[in-house]
């Protein structure tokens, strides 16, 4: 990782410039040749060494410190981060190369200096003293949002300059949805929701979480597309870039999907399933789960971040006896779990009765769709169809649930 250095103002200051060794060798700004030292950045005639009409406006952080040691934490842990930061003694006099950088992260040695400076989001104290009280004043001076104490804020550091790397804002919506008893139809429902979730242009990601269901990807007919399955994330720990993580995943009918593989194969760890679920919700947009009725520990990871559960449960009493079960099972895990009923029904049932009767909120009726299975036999996956009975409730659900924001 290299990072570009520089001074505010005509003058260079001695200590400002990261010493070698120390996050790779320093670069102009057009990242294609070195330059001297500190103050002799490349410029392209306005004096104040703003990037040129064709070049790309910088993303990584900005690192304003004078002091060397901490400087080198720094940029320690922005290599870890896997971004390239800024580097600057003082506030830059260019506003933008304030106000323009995800992240801003302001030293205890020169916050001083710093009040005055436009106020932002994404600014961070940065200090090394456990024991100095006047670090709070300074960040209040200074409008940060928050104090990091290093060492011991090391990992929250890295996680903050990951995502602002890669732009996190507002996290996915993660809908998992569960079948009452075995065939309810849990897995049609889910590829619904993601291809309905798709044609409103968002980002959209399915999980296969049941690793004996013989496959999302198949039933999606894309069990042919390149691209990653579950085992291929099984030794993941720690942070997965978001990005990576989507663009390694097959694609299919606009929808990424992280399924298993045809060979029999070891269990995920849970440590696994955190990290690509993670990843997976910081890139916004939609995610949508389909679990298996019985959780082991992986399974319990994958509840831990669900937004909301759906229970699919088919219109009839046995279906209403075990998915009562299932709903005890999940409540545990599951923050907001609701029911989608299912028809047709026995005689004496309908929807909200078999809410009443699991004592869960009724997220809708699913009419029973006798399209489906021509609709599989003619090559297209459930849901694709928005016409459909399935394609008309998911779009209807996303509908609602979008309505309130909560996903972008």
């Known amino acids: 990782m290299t990072a570009s250095v520089r001074a505010s ?30 103050g002799s950045r490349p410029r392209d005639g306005d004096g104040v060494g703003e990037p040129g009409a064709g070049e790309p406006r910088r993303t990584g952080p900005l690192i304003v410190t004078e002091d060397l040691g901490l400087l080198d934490d720094l940029l320690r ?12 003694h003082r506030v830059p006099e260019r506003r933008s190369s304030w106000t323009d950088p995800p992240l801003v992260l302001v030293g205890d040695d020169v916050a001083g200096h710093c009040r005055g400076a436009a106020r932002r989001p994404g600014l961070v ?32 550091l890295v996680d903050r300059l990951a995502d602002a790397a890669e732009g996190v804002g507002r996290q996915a919506l993660t809908v998992g949805v569960v079948g009452g008893r075995g065939g309810a139809g849990a897995s049609t429902l889910a590829c619904g929701l993601a291809l309905a979730a798709a044609r409103t242009g968002r980002r959209t990601l399915l999980v296969d979480g049941d690793p004996l269901g013989g496959g999302l990807d198949v039933l999606l007919g894309g069990e042919r597309e390149d691209g990653r399955r579950w085992p291929d994330f099984a030794g993941s720990k720690g942070r997965l870039a978001g990005g990576a993580l989507e663009e390694s995943l097959p694609s299919v009918r606009g929808v990424r999907v992280l399924s298993w593989g045809r060979e029999p194969a070891a269990p995920v760890p849970p440590e696994a399933v955190r990290s690509v679920l993670a990843a997976a919700r910081r890139r916004g947009g939609v995610v949508v789960v389909d679990l298996p009725r019985g959780t082991d520990t992986a399974g319990a990871e994958a509840l831990a971040q669900l937004d909301l559960g759906l229970l699919v449960v088919p219109g009839e009493l046995r ?16 923050r907001d779990l609701r029911a ?26 699913l009419p029973y769709d006798p399209g489906i299975v021509a609709d599989q036999d003619a090559g297209l996956p459930p849901g694709a169809e928005p016409r459909g009975a399935l394609g ?12 309130t924001g909560a996903a972008a």
Do not use: K, M
Not at 324 to 330: E, K, S
Not at 392 to 403: H, K, M, P, Q, S
């Open 77 to 88: 842990l922005c290599a870890a981060a896997g971004v390239e930061p800024e580097v600057d």
């Open 340 to 365: 989608v009923v299912r028809g047709p029904y026995a005689a004496g049932l309908d929807e909200r009765w078999i809410a009443d009767a699991l004592r869960l909120p009724l997220a809708g009726e």
């Open 319 to 334: 279906a209403v006896a075990a998915a009562h079960q299932v709903a005890a099972a999940l409540s545990v895990g599951v």
């Open 9 to 38: 103002g005509s003058g260079s200051t001695a200590g400002s410039r990261p010493r070698s060794g120390v996050g790779g060798a320093a670069r102009g700004w057009n990242g294609t040749r070195p330059w001297g030292g500190v």
């Open 125 to 156: 104290l940065v200090g090394r003293d456990r024991d100095d009280p006047g670090i709070w004043r300074l960040a209040v001076g200074i409008g940060a949002e928050c104090v990091l104490r290093l060492p011991d804020a090391e990992a929250v």
């Open 392 to 403: 008309r409730f998911c779009d209807a659900f996303w509908t609602r649930a979008l309505a």
